[in-house]
């Protein structure tokens, strides 16, 4: 178990890093090998560390909030969040891989903005937004794309903020609807806390990594890696399968 300690805390450390360089990237590293290595990660601890990381980000951020935004988003994660807190006691392993990889897939199809150009921001598309961010970052704590791909190609600052807070929120409403279905409680918050240095350590040192890094090709290569990854887990059950049929 300490080599599995040391490499997840190496990965929360390098995910947190790039999150608070970037803007994104700490569950789409963490969550593939997390599920394999330590599943109980995901999603409540992984919520837990993502909400520190956040609240740096909203701090620095609040200043350019659009709040009635983040109202229609906010109100479409409740609804996206009971949903799926409802529903993830019925997955078995094989069944959570397929849904976590899939929804990591389209979380790098949304966030490299395919669609973009097809979805209309108002409060309608807010809305449903928040549902999928809901259900996306509750099951498997990744809940940003589908609210990112309505502000693409908007200012940095603005994605930086809305994103930050609306997230902030969202992971909040996600705990609390995982709690109120029993899948949150001491034993993932002690978990979470056991990483915790790890992810400060990330945070810290993803300040200095902004001002260093080509964001680009960062960006670039946590999308590669993470479908990747995704295609590796929907296969881990998908071909075991298809060879019981040949």
């Known amino acids: ?139 498997t704590g990744v809940g940003a794309p589908p609210i990112a791909l309505l502000y693409s190609g908007e200012e940095p600052s603005k994605v930086r903020s809305i994103l930050s807070v609306s997230l902030l929120i969202g992971v909040v409403i996600s705990l609390f609807m995982l709690w109120l279905f029993g899948h949150f409680g001491m034993a993932e918050i002690w978990l979470a806390l056991t990483f915790l240095p790890a992810t400060l350590i990330g945070v810290l040192g993803g300040r200095y990594l902004s001002r260093h890094i080509n964001k680009s090709r960062a960006r670039l290569a946590i999308l590669v890696i993470s479908a990747f990854a995704a295609i590796g887990l929907i296969g881990d059950v998908a071909v075991p399968y298809l060879l019981t049929l040949i």
Do not use: C, H
């Not at 409540?44 to 609240?55: D, F, R």
């Not at 109202?71 to 949903?83: D, E, F, K, P, Y």
């Open 1 to 139: 178990m300490d080599g599995d300690f040391f490499l997840l805390s190496a990965l929360l450390a390098a995910g947190a890093a790039i999150q608070a360089a970037v803007g994104f990237g700490f569950p789409y590293l963490l969550a593939p090998v997390a599920v394999f290595i330590l599943p109980e990660l995901i999603p409540g601890p992984i919520l837990l560390l993502t909400l520190a990381i956040n609240s740096e980000i909203a701090f620095r951020e609040r200043g350019d909030v659009d709040f009635p935004a983040v109202g229609w988003i906010t109100a479409g994660r409740v609804a996206g969040a009971l949903a799926a807190a409802a529903m993830f006691g019925a997955f078995n392993p094989d069944i959570f891989k397929l849904v976590l990889g899939g929804a990591l897939l389209i979380a790098v199809l949304l966030t490299a903005g395919v669609g973009a150009r097809m979805v209309r921001r108002n409060r309608g598309s807010l809305t449903g937004a928040g549902v999928a961010a809901g259900i996306m970052g509750t099951l």
